[in-house]
């Protein structure tokens, strides 16, 4: 039985800003002979679920993935926040309505979807771009505004850019996502942490803090605290 136990091995993908330490130290803990590794993956790469470079993938929806080959449980929901260049005439507001920005054109996004997108730059004219770094250089340079999660940090670190709350738009959802049918008992989520071990956001990525950018205060991410299991 112990040899079978070492054979046991996993390699969970997380995707972009997403941050795993604290569920994969834990996943270490309950599990210490088997091989955890981890991977990081682009928004570009999630097909590493399907070819089998990872086992798990930890990733904001919607994901370009065939519903009948996958399986997925929420982990935890984020409000989206506008971003905008400083001086923009939105930098000032406390927040922004999602009717507000309903009129504004959207880029065109590698994977299409009629939901919201995780990531969604407006403007008239954008062209296609899948770099988030140049996605965040066409807000700089005043040719579009974007909407994304607030648990992406990544643009706070620009001071070029301000963030504003948004009322009114549907949360971006973070989710786990393993292969149906996999044999391998450490990808099942039955295998993984209880969902208290989600307890803090910010161990994934997800924000405590404020999406506007100014007090530090804001709302909270909607937590899962139901166990973990594959449907």
């Given amino acids: 039985m112990r040899e ?19 569920v994969v130290r834990e996943l270490r803990h309950r599990h210490p002979d088997a091989e955890i590794t981890t991977r ?42 506008l971003v905008v260049p400083r ?5 000032g507001r406390a927040s922004v309505t999602a009717e507000e920005l309903a009129g504004q054109e959207a880029a065109p996004c590698a994977f ?19 770099s988030y770094e140049d996605k965040l250089e066409l807000v700089a340079g005043g040719r579009a ?12 670190l620009r001071p070029d850019l301000v963030t504003v709350s948004i009322e ?8 786990l996502a393993g292969r149906r049918g996999d044999p391998n008992p450490c990808s099942r989520v039955s295998a993984w942490p209880p969902g208290q071990s989600w307890e803090h956001p910010e ?13 530090g205060i804001g709302s909270r991410a909607h937590m899962r605290t139901n166990h973990l299991r594959f449907r």
């Fill in 145 to 156: 505004i974007a909407v994304l999660p607030v648990g992406d940090r990544r643009s706070s």
């Fill in 203 to 215: 161990d994934l990525g997800g924000c405590a803090g404020s999406a506007a950018g100014h007090d």
């Fill in 87 to 91: 001086g923009h005439p939105l930098a």
């Fill in 168 to 175: 009114g738009a549907p949360p971006s959802q973070v989710v």
């Fill in 4 to 22: 079978q136990a070492r054979s046991e091995r996993i390699t969970i993908g997380y995707v972009e800003d997403l941050v795993i330490t604290t």
């Fill in 40 to 81: 990081h993956l682009s928004c570009r790469d999630v097909g590493a679920l399907p070819d089998r470079r990872v086992d798990a993938l930890i990733a904001r929806t919607p994901l370009p993935l065939a519903a009948d080959d996958v399986s997925t449980t929420p982990l935890y929901e984020e409000p989206r926040m």
């Fill in 112 to 130: 299409e979807t009629a939901d919201w997108t995780s990531y969604r730059i407006l403007g008239a004219g954008v062209p296609q771009i899948e």
